[in-house]
């Protein structure tokens, strides 16, 4: 792509499509992916530790900036990288339906990711080099709006669409209520080897719409022996998702696993674990066990999931076993059981209506992530005649590319040799140590089933309440710490905004000890986390902004992006692990510790009071 021939565009044509276009896919790998991974069935260890990995390419992508300049205009590679992201999406909607998903979607996934971070190496040159710099100043704020929009469309509306596609594509679901009566002596069991009934259309079949059980207490030891009963029969068949580590676990373990995480996994359980598993099972209150199965056959490779959620009635009903079912091509010719238990304390007859519904998951992220694919076909045609040619947007001569190796090199000596850089470095990496944890599970703790200590959500809700509504207020808290920042100072609102971004961490405690029913309640709750993360978030961006003041603070800021990322890549990796080790509820209170890290470097960190009362741009 020759920069022979210059021509003109007006800005407001390519500034924000191109910022909305950074923003989508970083989004989808860091967020979207998480959430796939979840109602695919994938446990939260492995959801955490591979796709933390992803973080890789914005940690390490100072290394290959310089090359961006190079080798071909910053234009030529923002068009490239563009079908590159393009090909990744498609890429993931092509192996989501394979039998090895797991594998071939993180492979696209990488591709995905490091074509995003060389993206925004390109992007952010060519607005240095394609307006001036008052325009600069003026567009600042609309680059940084509609990477907040690409935001919002990724996490919130991007998901909701799964979540239509899902419930679009699957069967007419099905409902059974459960009856807690003192006249009854005992509870009737669902047989799953009853015949399947002749049906029309394409629907959730069950073997009982109305279930009585007994008030009052029954023996711990058979409330044990039917839930077992209940899990065998579903994992015996395979109804219960598999996770993608069952293969490994049959293997050797490794000098890590038999030594170090093994043994430490099952000393932090058996100490500060969530006693959830055994509490449930002593609970000595009756259990209602239903059949079903669907009426039409999945094709071969695919996948219907099959959920259950407790629609209305006493919340002293619970689902202990079958809350998500899978159904193939190879099980459809069966029923499979779902548990329900009622608490012994209930004083009086009551019932609960549950819901049983189903959907397409693999079709429904494959359909969506075609979309998101075409998406950025779209914005390659768009950007190929938008993005004007500039004179200032030319490759490196060769000899001038030897000069700027060596300064490269020169570049990232200078910044390790910063007065204070232990202190910078670990500000960088701990001020967000515990909300690197908790960005990991707060999907997958939303998804999860209430008896292993989530909120059941939908995945349609999960993309409202973490997408929208979490997104709109992480955008005002941000615009708020912003002018806060810029009327009196970072120094001055610093710990403010430590306290705002790690306090507010706690609404996951109380999320997870009342598993509340309300889903008002929930989007407050993650509205208010949000919000603290985006005022608190303010400090360490102003501050990586300070840090990178120089002649070249260009490069540094991209080093210090890459610290960022780093910061954030780590702990996620030990999180899921960590999670599983402890329950929900002691993992977001080990979240909450985990931000004293923060407090500690950013009393310690030296900043100018002058710093950040007026407009800088890093």
């Excluded at 069935?41 to 530790?49: F, K, M, P, R």
């Excluded at 990322?565 to 002691?586: R, T």
Aim: aromatic share 12%; proline share 6%; hydrophobic share 50%.
């Amino acid at each position: 792509m020759s920069t022979d021939k210059q021509t003109t565009s007006h800005p407001w044509r390519w500034i924000p499509s191109l910022y909305f276009a950074e923003g989508i896919p970083y989004v989808v790998v860091m967020m979207v992916a998480v959430v796939l991974y979840k109602r695919m069935g994938i446990s939260n260890t492995d959801i955490a530790l591979y796709t933390s990995w992803l973080y890789l390419p914005w940690v390490i992508k100072p290394l290959w900036s310089p090359f961006v300049d190079l080798l071909q205009t910053k234009r030529f590679w923002i068009l490239a990288t563009q079908l590159l992201i393009g090909a990744g999406l498609a890429g993931v909607a092509f192996t989501i339906p394979l039998p090895g998903f797991f594998q071939w979607t993180l492979a696209a996934f990488w591709l995905l990711a490091f074509s995003s971070a060389t993206h925004d190496i390109a992007a952010d040159g060519f607005y240095m080099i394609g307006i001036s710099e008052q325009q600069q100043s003026f567009f600042v704020g609309i680059r940084s709006t509609f990477y907040r929009l690409a935001m919002i469309a990724g996490q919130g509306l991007l998901i909701m669409l799964a979540g239509a596609l899902e419930r679009g594509s699957g069967l007419e679901p099905a409902s059974f209520t459960v009856q807690a009566q003192s006249e009854v002596s005992q509870p009737v069991y669902g047989d799953p080897t009853f015949v399947k009934p002749s049906t029309e259309g394409e629907r959730v079949v069950l073997a009982q719409k109305q279930l009585t059980v007994p008030l009052g207490p029954v023996p711990a030891a058979d409330i044990a022996a039917i839930r077992k009963r209940v899990v065998d029969w579903n994992e015996k068949h395979g109804f219960v998702a598999k996770k993608a580590t069952t293969t490994a676990a049959k293997t050797e373990p490794g000098f890590w696993q038999k030594n170090v995480s093994g043994p430490l996994g099952s000393w932090i359980r058996e100490t500060f674990g969530e006693t959830r598993e055994k509490a449930r099972d002593n609970r000595s209150g009756a259990v209602a066990v239903v059949a079903l199965t669907i009426s039409k056959r999945p094709e071969p490779g695919e996948a219907t999931i099959v959920a259950i959620e407790r629609k209305s009635g006493d919340k002293s009903f619970a689902l202990i076993a079958g809350e998500a079912l899978r159904f193939t091509s190879d099980n459809a010719d069966k029923a499979a059981l779902v548990a329900v238990q009622i608490d012994p304390r209930m004083p009086q007859q009551a019932s609960a209506r549950f819901e049983a519904r189903a959907g397409n998951v693999p079709f429904a992220w494959s359909i969506t992530f075609f979309l998101l694919s075409g998406l950025f076909l779209g914005l390659f045609v768009w950007h190929r005649f938008a993005i004007p040619k500039v004179a200032g947007d030319r490759p490196a001569p060769r000899e001038a590319g030897k000069g700027l190796l060596a300064d490269f090199v020169h570049t990232f000596a200078s910044f390790f040799r910063r007065p204070g850089i232990l202190m910078i470095l670990a500000f960088l990496l701990l001020y967000r140590f515990g909300e690197a944890q908790l960005v990991k599970l707060a999907a997958p703790f939303l998804l999860d089933g209430r008896d292993v200590g989530g909120l059941s959500l939908s995945t349609g809700q999960v993309g409202f309440a973490y997408g929208t509504v979490g997104v709109l207020a992480l955008t005002i808290g941000g615009i708020l710490g912003g002018l806060a920042v810029s009327r009196h100072g970072l120094k001055r609102w610093l710990m403010v905004m430590v306290v705002a971004i790690n306090l507010p961490n706690a609404v996951y405690i109380y999320l997870a000890a009342t598993q509340p029913e309300s889903f008002a309640i929930v989007n407050v709750c993650i509205a208010i986390e949000q919000f603290g993360y985006g005022f608190g978030f303010t400090a360490y961006m102003m501050y990586m902004i300070m840090v990178a003041q120089g002649p070249q603070k260009t490069a540094h800021f991209a080093i210090t992006t890459g610290f960022m990322a780093l910061g954030m890549m780590i702990p996620g990796m030990f999180s899921g692990w960590l999670q599983e080790a402890l329950g929900y509820q002691h993992f977001f209170v080990w979240v909450l510790i985990a931000t004293i890290p923060g407090f500690i470097v950013a009393s310690l960190i030296k900043i100018d009071p002058e710093f950040g009362r007026k407009s800088q741009t890093p």
